[in-house]
């Protein structure tokens, strides 16, 4: 299969509702493969997410959409590991502050339970569960950082404007997508997801 074939050809289904994630995910694919949202197969439901690991919560969307569909699919779930809150908030990352929270509560509530506080050690985990013509395969990024004691930013979403990655001196909110999608924790892993695909 020639790549100019598999360019033009090869289409994915991204199992999540997350505008954003979609967003940084096509700017790292490029014209490479076309992306579809849930909203493209008009599917408007919300995926259950009812594990205790990242990987099972991303092997669990991926399952439904395909389920339903026998559409190639991948989905991905993220955490943001604290090391004073003992790994936490973990897989709870987005649902941090409550069921219906916003980032901003999210993010208030991790800044109060961070407050006074010396170790702001963190690091950012997302896996990627990809099913391909049925068969299931994983892509893991992880990035290391710390909690910074205030926002700084206004680019990106979630924890962005206070996780400040280990050797830079900003934000993942200062940073534009490009230069984010290079060292985040979701670019990594949707750049392994993005070699297996053109090495097939």
């Not at 197969?41 to 395909?66: G, M, V, W």
């Not at 940073?175 to 979701?186: G, L, V």
């Amino acid at each position: 299969m020639s790549s100019t074939f598999f360019e033009i050809n090869m289409e994915l289904v991204f199992a999540t509702n997350n505008r954003h994630k979609l967003e940084e995910i096509q700017n790292l694919l490029g014209n490479k493969i076309k992306l579809l949202s849930l909203k493209d197969i008009s599917f408007f439901e919300e995926i259950p997410e009812d594990y205790d690991t990242l990987k099972e919560n991303a092997q669990q969307k991926a399952r439904y959409i395909y389920d339903r569909y026998k559409l190639n699919c991948f989905a991905d779930d993220t955490g943001l590991e604290i090391d004073y809150l003992n790994g936490a908030p973990g897989v709870l990352s987005a649902r941090y502050a409550g069921e219906s929270c916003s980032f901003e509560d999210n993010i208030v509530k991790t800044l109060k339970e961070l407050d006074g506080v010396e170790n702001r050690k963190a690091r950012f985990r997302t896996v990627i569960s990809l099913i391909l013509d049925g068969k299931e395969h994983y892509f893991e990024g992880a990035v290391d950082g710390e909690i910074l004691a205030e926002k700084h930013g206004d680019s990106g979403f979630g924890y962005d404007p206070i996780f400040r990655p280990l050797g830079f001196d900003k934000s993942f909110a200062e940073m534009d997508m490009d230069e984010k999608n290079k060292i985040s924790h979701r670019g990594r892993a949707a750049q392994k997801l993005v070699d297996f695909l053109l090495d097939r």
